[in-house]
């Protein structure tokens, strides 16, 4: 229970993180997708490893890259 108190908040504070950074942003959005799949894969390997217990936060990562690549894909530059 209290992992979700904060896990949500932190995942609606970071999605609105991301998506000011990107539109005050002047980078390509091929920069932007690879950044994603970068924090995508780093995310991944965190979350499948059985040896970290970061209580959700490593899927809060992955979410993350997630949307920076999805958001570089729609971006024009």
């Known amino acids: 229970m209290v992992n979700t108190l904060i ?3 932190a ?4 999605t609105y993180l991301v998506f000011l ?8 959005g091929t920069k932007f997708m690879l950044l994603g799949l970068s ?4 995310g ?3 979350a499948v490893d059985g040896n ?5 936060f490593e ?7 997630l949307i920076l690549s999805v958001v570089g894909f729609g971006k024009d530059n």
């Open 44 to 46: 991944g390997i965190i």
């Open 11 to 14: 995942l609606i504070l970071v």
């Open 52 to 56: 970290s217990d970061l209580g959700g």
């Open 59 to 65: 899927y809060l990562i992955v979410f993350i890259g």
């Open 21 to 28: 950074l990107v539109r005050k942003s002047n980078t390509s």
């Open 7 to 9: 896990f949500i908040p």
């Open 39 to 42: 924090i995508l894969l780093l």
